[in-house]
Nanobody
Framework: QVQLVESGGGLVQPGGSLRLSCAAS????????MGWYRQAPGKQREFVAF???????NFVDSVKGRFTISRDNAKNTVYLQMNSLKPEDTAVYYC?????????WGQGTQVTVSS
């Protein structure tokens, strides 16, 4: 059974940084594009970024230039480095494959950007 466990969230001031990690059981990383997604209060979950098995990346426009995504296939882990955080980045962040699978959603990690 595949499990994705997100970590690294927290409370940070505007302009600050956080690095999120997503560790997976199983062997999904080696053959899948991996993505980060987020859900803000009262909003639908949205795509944030993905990274292919070859390392190609793509980002939603609102985070371009501020977020980077990376993966370590040996550790079955995908990372999201978030810099220059803004209050509108506040959300629960999830990882999943790209496209997503409904049975892969984990608990997510809360990111709160506030002064």
């Amino acid at each position: 059974q595949v499990q994705l466990v997100e970590s690294g969230g927290g409370l940070v001031q505007p302009g600050g940084s956080l690095r999120l990690s997503c560790a997976a059981s199983g062997s999904i990383f080696s053959r899948n594009i991996m993505g980060w997604y987020r859900q803000a209060p009262g909003k639908q979950r949205e795509f944030v970024a993905f990274i292919s098995t070859a390392g190609d990346t793509n980002f939603v426009d609102s985070v371009k230039g501020r977020f980077t995504i990376s993966r370590d296939n040996a550790k079955n882990t995908v990372y999201l480095q978030m810099n220059s955080l803004k209050p509108e980045d506040t959300a629960v962040y999830y990882c999943n494959t790209f496209p997503t699978r409904s049975d892969y959603w984990g608990q997510g990690t809360q990111v709160t950007v506030s002064s």
